[in-house]
């Protein structure tokens, strides 16, 4: 059974930062991309971003590209989510999440079918 587990999510001051940790358990994923998406209150889930197999491309969303930076380690099948310059407007809960497809990088959330259980990011102003 496929498991995606997120960490380090927390409360943070605006211009602090967190580093978010997400472990796949069940099945490699060294052969998928990984993403991350997050859902603030009465808001749709929205990508942030994502990191193909090899870490040779990754994709962000405008809202975050310059402040937040996707890594991913295939030996420990797990994806990082480094979040810097936090403002308030990042709260929400935070999703990790693998394509149901090898190889394909996207950031369409219909085309993922793998998802975690979500960590809340908490940023006050």
């Known amino acids: 059974q496929v498991q995606l587990v997120e960490s380090g999510g927390g409360l943070v001051q605006a211009g602090g930062s967190l580093r978010l940790s997400c472990a796949a358990s069940?099945?490699?994923?060294?052969?998928?991309?990984m993403g991350w998406f997050r859902q603030a209150p009465g808001k749709e889930r929205e990508f942030v971003a994502a990191?193909?197999?090899?870490?040779?491309?990754?994709y962000y969303s405008d809202s975050v590209k310059g402040r937040f930076t996707i890594s991913r380690d295939n030996a420990k099948n797990t994806v990082y989510l480094q979040m810097n310059s936090l403002k308030p407007e990042d709260t929400a809960v935070y999703y990790c999440?693998?394509?149901?497809?090898?190889?394909?990088?996207?950031?369409?959330?219909?085309?993922?079918?793998?998802w975690g259980q979500g960590t809340q990011v908490t940023v006050s102003s």
């Open positions: 999440a693998v394509p149901g497809t090898r190889l394909i990088l996207t950031t369409k959330r219909d085309e993922y079918d793998y």
């Open positions: 069940g099945r490699t994923f060294s052969n998928y991309a």
């Open positions: 990191i193909s197999w090899s870490s040779a491309r990754t």
